[in-house]
């Protein structure tokens, strides 16, 4: 039984097309399966052009191996040319042929009327809403009335913490060697040591009072922080979290000068507030990864931790315009 020949020529077109079609559709196919995601991974169009080139390269290789391959591969060509397949068909196929390669050219080369490529905007303004312009971090001004009660709570020894942080106060209450006076000796800053001094000596000023209130408040959104936003916005609060590689859009980097200290407080507030989601399309074409945290964390927490973010980052916000 003869083996099924194919002439050269048209074995070289048939890989050609096979080779194009397993690229296009076959390989993007195989992704939805591997994948399972409800759309197919295209392959990029460099990456069509390489795959293709190479296979022009072998098809030559094996084309051009020996005389006789050559011969074979040319020969209907020189039949189609010389009329072999009859007039009117070489005379469509040299009309149709230079046609269709004159029409690619033209499609390529004109100009198109296109939309300029827009710059991505780093604080985009245009859905911000004025109300929060001039919003004010709460927690950096308590009323005395919130002082007070901070005294009388840290007095009775009974201050209130979030629940995030109290297994580890209690634990090191328990563990700590000796027996800590006070459940505020938690955080040993200066201004915290100096408020416990005048708790114990039952002489406690407004101002020293609110400087422990402020780090007490700080050491919570601390916490927050860490438990948060540390992923992406890292230790450091320099934008480098284990999470931020993944990101084509780094996670900021709070201690750059372009990013938290030249935007107002309100700002910052809504950003966390609304994270990717929220911003307009000036801050595409990629899309932030920051979460919307208006679900998950209460107005106070995000106040805390945006305050702990200025302090870490050893910046201030910048100062709302007078009207
Ligand atoms: C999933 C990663 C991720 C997490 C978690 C995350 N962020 Fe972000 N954050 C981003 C990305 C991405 C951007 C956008 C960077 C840009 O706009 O250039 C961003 C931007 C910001 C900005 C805007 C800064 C500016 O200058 O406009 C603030 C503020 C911010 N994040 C605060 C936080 C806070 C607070 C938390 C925790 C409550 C947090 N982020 C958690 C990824 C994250």
Redesign the pocket.
């Known amino acids: 039984m003869a083996a099924l020949r194919i002439n050269r020529f048209w074995s070289v077109v048939a890989t050609l097309l096979i080779v194009y079609a397993f690229v296009k559709w076959g390989i993007p196919a195989a992704s939805r399966e591997i994948t399972t995601l409800p759309f197919p991974l295209p392959v990029p169009g460099t990456l069509v052009f390489i795959y293709m080139t190479l296979t022009v390269v072998a098809l030559f290789i094996f084309v051009t191996f020996s005389d006789t391959y050559l011969e074979e591969f040319l020969r209907p060509i020189r039949k189609f040319l010389i009329g072999g397949y009859g007039k009117i068909p070489r005379t469509i196929g040299l009309v149709v042929i230079p046609l269709l390669v004159g029409w690619q050219v033209y499609a390529i080369t004109v100009p198109k009327v296109e939309l300029p490529v827009s710059l991505r905007i780093?604080?985009p303004s245009s859905n911000f809403p004025k109300s929060f312009e001039d919003a004010k971090n709460p927690l950096e001004n308590p009323s005395d009335a919130d002082i007070e009660a901070f005294i009388d709570q840290a007095k009775a020894n009974e201050v209130v913490l979030i629940p995030q942080v109290m297994p580890d106060v209690e634990a090191w209450m328990d563990e700590a060697d000796p027996e800590p006076e006070h459940m505020l000796a938690f955080i040993p800053t200066e201004p915290m040591s100096k408020f416990l001094a005048e708790v114990a000596a039952d002489n406690i000023s407004m101002e020293t009072a609110r400087a422990a209130l402020r780090e007490k408040n700080l050491f919570e959104g601390r916490a927050?922080?860490s438990m948060?936003?540390r992923?992406?916005?890292g230790d450091s609060v320099s934008g480098d979290?284990p999470?931020a590689d993944g990101?084509k859009?780094?996670?900021?980097n709070?201690t750059d000068n372009g990013?938290?200290e030249?935007?107002v407080e309100g700002?910052?507030f809504w950003?966390?507030t609304n994270?990717?989601p929220g911003l307009p399309t000036e801050?595409t074409p990629w899309d932030?990864?920051?979460?919307e945290?208006k679900l998950s964390?209460t107005e106070e927490q995000?106040w805390k931790?945006?305050m702990a973010?200025y302090d870490l980052a050893e910046k201030t916000p910048r100062i709302p315009e007078a009207h």
Do not use: D
């Not at 932030?288 to 979460?291: D, G």
């Open positions: 780093q604080h927050l922080y948060n936003c992923a992406c916005h979290g999470m990101f859009l780094r996670p900021i709070f990013t938290i030249t935007i700002y910052t950003r966390v994270g990717g801050a932030s990864a920051m979460p945290w964390l995000r931790i945006i973010e």
